[in-house]
């Protein structure tokens, strides 16, 4: 009976080897996010003034071609460091990138990417309370969706786009899905 | 060349430690000297070898050699030197060679101090160790080699973490690991003794000092880890129960546990078999903290890159190591001799109770731990475990661990007279109701957290044993003080650690319970000139500019703060967004006093006008870390003890004799 007692803590270590071996092959890091795998929220939004008529955001836009949703403002700091980044991945031409210019005045949205740069395919303008990007689930800026051809989101990035996220994460997720 | 350098001196360093597993474990069973011999120099040897490739990643890291991929993928030129420096530890690839670093430290320990060890016991001691340092130098030359090249290599680094970038986090690793390494020498010594099949008095008489230095190590790494969170997570918390910190938290426990066991093999000869297990266990719990953060089982803040190749290779060694140890433990343990008996209310009985509790508390860590990843396995859904499950689980615990620890000390060896211990720390009880209730009155009654007043008394209860122990021990005020004060000069210094460091442990709670449950905060849009008024400092906001770093951009707003219409302080938090690579950080500000902490974090910009800011009034947290501090002196002066001082005092050769005959 007693040497059953010193076989406990080998015995108890074996059941968790299990639970770790089991454990390398999940990610939990996948988030079940509501919106992943759902369709776009249904979205109407305006252009910002000075862009063209023609160039706000709908739902419907988002249908046809793999795209990129990338939400800003011109409050936000980090956006600033991160959009360079997003200039280099408009150069490169595998992806259209759309914004949302998010609880924002629209006409400082505009100036704002007169000043940085514009790599926006499409620019909506979802001014304060910003009930869109609420609707895409977006807890902050600068965030940035991956769009299938036929508009459902695939990905969804926190925090600023560098070359690291687009090389390891972003590239390899959109060639996935242009296949 | 210096980085291929490096890796050769690691390759060397692998044979080496092969060597030094095997041979002297054979000539120990083989009673060869020469061969038992070998373990000594091949330690010398380990630690040049190692010393050279860390010494070889700093230089690349101090050049900013970008033509080593772990220095482009972390470092960056614009980088403080001291970054630069700290930035070695601060990635999967160099922390490991850090570890181990620290690993080959210890083993050269061993043999520089430990001339008066039993010759077996050392060599299979050193052999233990160097198996552990085989298996983690093949883990960095196959799966992690921090000297891979990169050509071309390109113009700058990608930079360190922003979050990596501070005094407090820099040091951290180092401390830690200290920490975790350091029980790999208890370790190490329970194998060596199982293989013998004896331990003795002289036996914990070794290991109890290393474990103390480990356990020094690790309460100052988790301390400077806490206050890290308290002020750069700027959410005015200083514990998350984070995956990560528990991972440094199980540790502790066991090898708090392991200090306390080692007392009474060392004293009374017995629990030696549950020492062992809590050697082995302190050292696998460190073991699974680097499995866990490294293999991407386990969800955290912190988590370094994860990589699926690494965690296959750290669950082999995690299932070499601790279930091998087990394994050796089942099969050896039974046949330790037993030795002196006691009854359940005695000094040992109360060690053996803090023992229980505190494994408890450690089990209770680890399911929380890893119940998300028992769930997802069973496919019971992604749950995540937050404070609620462990301040309602391990919390409780807690309390009758520390209800003992203030008359444990009081109890006699053998056989204690509770009652009459109870009767001499009736002044503790009165003190601590006392405060309970003044406690109560003070936060208006339910007012407040029904716990807090609670919390005041228990630590006011392990204050007061604690004093009552320390006064009777030098008959204060029942003989005349100056013989008190010889006494007091004659305590021996381990006992006074434990003096010491049981007080810090009440000052910990007093700043815990009091920082739990009586913050205050306010969070709000604030616009330049508002004044927002928090436990009666006023805050207002007067200034917020840019301002550029060494290589970030920062937001800093500045909070001129009044008490009574006196000026109290000029707040400057900042919120930072580094440059490379671009993320953000809060700089919380703080100024603490003996009541608290005022402190004060700038967040976004609103469009509307204004900034998000969140003011905070901590109460008694500097407590806490004066507590902290407070308990790592007590360690240090218990290390000091002559008894524990390497290098066998002869007075502990004597004890020796005794406890053989």
Not at chain 1, 38 to 54: S, T
Not at chain 2, 339 to 348: K, M, Y
Not at chain 2, 435 to 442: D, E, K, N, R, Y
Request: glycine share 10%; aromatic share 10%; charged share 15%.
């Amino acid at each position: 009976m007693r040497r059953v007692l010193y076989l406990l803590p080998v015995l108890v270590f074996a059941g968790l080897a299990l639970f770790f071996l089991k454990g390398l092959t999940l990610n939990p890091r996948e988030l079940p996010s509501m919106l992943i795998d759902r369709p776009v929220p249904e979205m109407n939004l305006p252009p910002l003034p000075g862009r063209g008529a023609d160039t706000g955001l709908a739902s419907a836009d988002l249908k046809g071609r793999v795209s990129l949703v990338n939400i800003y403002g011109s409050w936000c700091i980090a956006c600033i460091q991160e959009h360079p980044y997003l200039q280099k991945i408009k150069e490169l031409g595998v992806v259209p990138i759309h914004g949302i210019d998010w609880r924002d005045d629209p006409v400082e949205g505009a100036k704002w990417l007169k000043k940085h740069g514009d790599p926006y395919a499409r620019v909506g303008s979802d001014p304060a309370p910003g009930r869109t990007a609420i609707d895409f689930g977006v807890t902050g800026a600068p965030e940035t969706f991956v769009v299938d051809k036929n508009g459902i989101i695939r990905y969804k990035h926190i925090g600023p786009v560098d070359m690291r996220v687009w090389d390891k994460t972003l590239l390899p997720i959109i060639r996935e899905l242009n296949k | 060349m210096i980085a291929e350098i490096g890796h050769f001196a690691l390759i060397l360093a692998l044979a080496v430690a092969l060597i030094q597993a095997v041979i002297p474990l054979v000539g120990a069973s083989r009673g060869n000297a020469t061969w038992m011999g070998l373990a000594g120099p091949a330690s010398v040897a380990q630690m040049l070898l190692v010393g050279i490739a860390f010494a070889a990643l700093t230089h690349a890291y101090m050049t900013s050699d970008f033509s080593v991929l772990n220095v482009a993928q972390n470092s960056h030129t614009d980088k403080p030197m001291l970054y630069k420096v700290t930035g070695v530890w601060g990635n999967h690839e160099g922390s490991l060679l850090l570890w181990i670093t620290i690993l080959a430290l210890f083993g050269l320990a061993v043999t520089l101090f430990g001339a008066n060890l039993p010759p077996g016991l050392k060599a299979r001691a050193l052999a233990v160790q160097a198996m552990i340092t085989v298996g983690f130098l093949l883990f960095i030359l196959l799966t992690s080699n921090p000297f891979e090249r990169l050509d071309p290599p390109p113009m700058n680094g990608s930079g360190l973490n922003p979050l990596l970038q501070d005094p407090g986090l820099a040091f951290h690793p180092p401390f830690l690991y200290l920490g975790y390494v350091g029980f790999s020498m208890a370790f190490s010594f329970a194998i060596a003794a199982l293989i013998e099949g004896k331990v003795d008095a002289a036996w914990a008489r070794w290991v109890r000092p290393w474990t103390l230095a480990a356990w020094i190590f690790l309460t100052l790494g988790i301390a400077l880890g806490s206050w890290w969170a308290y002020y750069e997570l700027g959410w005015g918390g200083w514990w998350y129960w984070d995956p990560v910190e528990n991972a440094s938290f199980m540790p502790w426990l066991a090898g708090t546990a392991l200090l306390h066991s080692a007392v009474v093999v060392e004293k009374r000869d017995s629990l030696k078999s549950w020492t062992i297990l809590l050697a082995i266990v302190a050292f696998g719990l460190s073991l699974l903290g680097t499995f866990l953060v490294r293999s991407g089982v386990i969800t955290s803040v912190h988590a370094f890159a994860t990589d699926p190749a690494r965690g296959v290779f750290i669950l082999g060694l995690l299932i070499f190591a601790v279930g091998g140890s087990f394994t050796l433990y089942a099969v050896r343990a039974p046949s330790l001799k037993t030795g002196g008996l006691f009854a359940p209310v005695s000094r040992e009985g109360a060690l053996l109770l803090n023992n229980v509790l505190m494994a408890t508390g450690a089990g209770t860590v680890l399911l929380g731990t890893l119940y998300p990843l028992f769930a997802d396995a069973l496919d019971l859904g992604k749950v995540s475990v937050g404070p609620p499950f462990f301040n309602s689980v391990f919390l409780p615990l807690m309390v009758p661990m520390v209800l003992a620890m203030a008359a444990g000390p009081l109890l006699s060896w053998k056989r204690g007279d509770l009652a009459g211990v109870l009767s001499r720390l009736s002044v503790a009880a009165v003190a601590a109701l006392a405060v309970a209730l003044a406690t109560w009155l003070w936060q208006g009654g339910s007012a407040g957290p029904w716990w807090a007043a609670g919390g005041m008394a228990l630590a006011v209860w392990l204050l007061g044993g604690t004093i009552v122990e320390w006064a009777e021990r030098i008959r204060l005020f029942r003989a005349p003080l100056a013989e008190s004060l010889e006494r007091m000069g004659k305590l021996p210094r381990s006992s006074w650690g434990m003096t010491i460091t049981h007080s810090g442990l009440a000052l910990l709670i007093i700043g815990m319970t009091a920082s739990s449950a009586w913050k205050l905060e306010s969070v709000q849009t604030q616009k330049l000139g508002e004044t927002i008024t928090v436990a009666g400092y006023a805050f207002t906001l007067t200034q917020v500019e840019d301002i550029n770093g060494a290589n970030y951009l920062a937001t800093q707003g500045t909070f001129k703060v009044t008490k009574d219409g006196q000026d109290f302080a000029i707040l400057q938090p900042e919120k930072r967004v580094y440059r490379q690579p671009p993320r953000p950080t809060t700089e919380a500000a703080i100024v603490s006093t003996i009541l608290g902490d005022v402190y004060a974090v700038i967040g976004d910009a609103v469009p509307e006008g204004g900034w998000v800011t969140r003011l905070y009034f901590n109460p008694l947290v500097p407590w806490m870390w004066a507590g902290c501090l407070v308990m790592v002196l007590g360690g240090l002066m218990s290390l000091s003890d002559r008894r524990h001082r390497i290098g066998a005092p002869t007075r502990a050769r004597a004890a020796v004799q005794a406890a053989k005959a």
